[in-house]
Nanobody
Framework: QVQLVESGGGLVQAGGSLRLSCAASGISFTRYTMGWFRQVPGKEREFVSAITWSGSITYADSVKGRFTISRDTAKNTVYLQMNSLKPEDTAVYYC????????????????WGQGTQVTVSS
């Protein structure tokens, strides 16, 4: 059974930092591309970043230069370091495991975590 558990969300002031973690069980990061998405109420879930099984990394333009995705294969955990946070980064952040398709589409991901709330105050 695949399980993804996010943690690390919280309330932070604009300009601050947070590090999200996604611990996985039932899958191996050496075989899956892992992605981070975020969603605000009333809007579609949007792509934030992804790291492939081979280590290739992709970022949304909105977070490029501020967010860093990484992974620890020994711990089967993927991270999202978020710096220089802005109020518009406020959302529920989800990690997901890609099974087939492009990293940008939610439809490509079969496994999802429950999400962690990130709130950035101005």
């Amino acid at each position: 059974q695949v399980q993804l558990v996010e943690s690390g969300g919280g309330l932070v002031q604009a300009g601050g930092s947070l590090r999200l973690s996604c611990a996985a069980s039932g899958i191996s990061f050496t075989r899956y591309t892992m992605g981070w998405f975020r969603q605000v109420p009333g809007k579609e879930r949007e792509f934030v970043s992804a790291i492939t099984w081979s280590g290739s990394i992709t970022y949304a333009d909105s977070v490029k230069g501020r967010f860093t995705i990484s992974r620890d294969t020994a711990k089967n955990t993927v991270y999202l370091q978020m710096n220089s946070l802005k109020p518009e980064d406020t959302a529920v952040y989800y990690c997901a495991a890609l099974t087939i398709g492009t990293v940008y589409s939610t439809k490509s991901y079969a496994y999802w975590g429950q999400g962690t709330q990130v709130t950035v105050s101005s």
